[in-house]
């Protein structure tokens, strides 16, 4: 481990570290076979993770491997067990932020204050794992350490950094980040909140629409336009005219909370403004590293629904054999497996491009364009092969089918990354 910081990732006594040890021996040692149940007449044995079929693991240093083991297993305990409950509810599960800031998850490839410091490639692993189990708890870690930690960490002045970064990264305080607007989603140029000046004080007015964690923050990251542009704010829950509802009767994203900001003659100080935010760069350099896990955690989904459907298929049994023996469902199996370990390549790939600092935004997009896309399309089959039990909350394929549809919209939709390709291919913007 890196211990270039405080925080449970990076080894502190009664850290992961000991979480570690007491994996089950199925955690530490995926991929090992098994004799298929059911009916038994191949005798076959099973791959019980499908993305050891090309080896990722060993692309893993030892750190890397304690991250993926540590939050696999913290995911195994803490949410499998109630994740089909949290989602039909739609129950946003804050019992979880303690013991996420705990194993250092907030903000965690950031340094200082608080946070783990550990590399990107670090970071994506735990995005995987935490997306394994719901789309929803990767988006919270997401939110909370890319979008509003990353625009304190990077933006912020050190007052800000020291007032808000070790809390929000020990789960203490939650963080959002809006952006969105009722009318400017994808061209958040155009955004229509403002930010006033008058004598020392700022007075903002607005509506933000779509913030992960909105209800839930102590804190919020806004996006509003000024006479200078568009700048940054700080605005902490209790300040007199800020508001947040919940969007309700969503069918995607549903243990993951969903709101609107109202922001209504919010007035703050001058020391709320992110010092070092000028235009629309400032919001998308938080989006860059959120969508960078994005491309990390949508092969977590994806290889949550191949390995379910592969323990489904080689126990259900149609016409006296196992569907997994069936030529059409063998097909179905290799594709989703040859997309996931692409995927998967390709997130380490970005991944170490990013340890090195060479990675750029179109080339994000690719990941997050080609991993979201593939991982949809890889939930669907997977639900197929489960027939009628697909459909409900007892296997997750369509549970990670539905919230995939968000993943593919926030954070740039697919059309949104495709214009970014195409970009940097011909030099031509095509936005517009
Ligand atoms: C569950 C969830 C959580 C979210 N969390 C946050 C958050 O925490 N903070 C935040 O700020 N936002 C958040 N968002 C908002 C998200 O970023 C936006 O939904 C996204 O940017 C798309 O905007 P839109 O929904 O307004 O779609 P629109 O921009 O209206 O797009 C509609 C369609 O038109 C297409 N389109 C738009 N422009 C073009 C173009 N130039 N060329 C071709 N096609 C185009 C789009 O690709 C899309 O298919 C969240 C969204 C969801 C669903």
Redesign the pocket.
Known sequence: MRSRDVGGLTGVPGGPVCLLLLLPPSGRRAGRRRAAPGSGILGAVALDDASTLIGFDSLLDDEERMIQQTVRSFVDKRVRPNIGHWFEESIAPMELAAELGALGLFGMHLTGYGCAGTSAVGYGLACLELEAGDSGLR?FVS?QGS?SMFSIWRWGSEEQKREWLPRLAAGEAVG?????????????AGMRTTARRDGDDWVLDGT???????SLADVATV?ARTDDGIRGFLVPRATPGFTASD?HH?L??RA?A?SELSLQGVRLPASAMLPEARGLSG?LSC?NEARFGIVWGAMGAARDCINTALRYAVERVQFDKPVAAFQLTQAKLADATVELSKGLLLAMHLGRMKDRGTLRPEQVSIGKLNNVREAIAIARTCRTILGAAGITTEYSVLRHANNL???L????????H??AIGQALTGLS???
């Open positions: 988006s939110v979008l959002c980040f809006g952006l969105t607007e009722p009318d400017f989603g994808s061209n958040p933000k629409m779509w913030i992960t964690n909105g996006w969007v969503k995607s994203l993951s969903t919001p989006l549809e968000s993943v919209t926030y954070e740039g939709t697919s059309e949104v495709q214009l095509a936005y517009r």
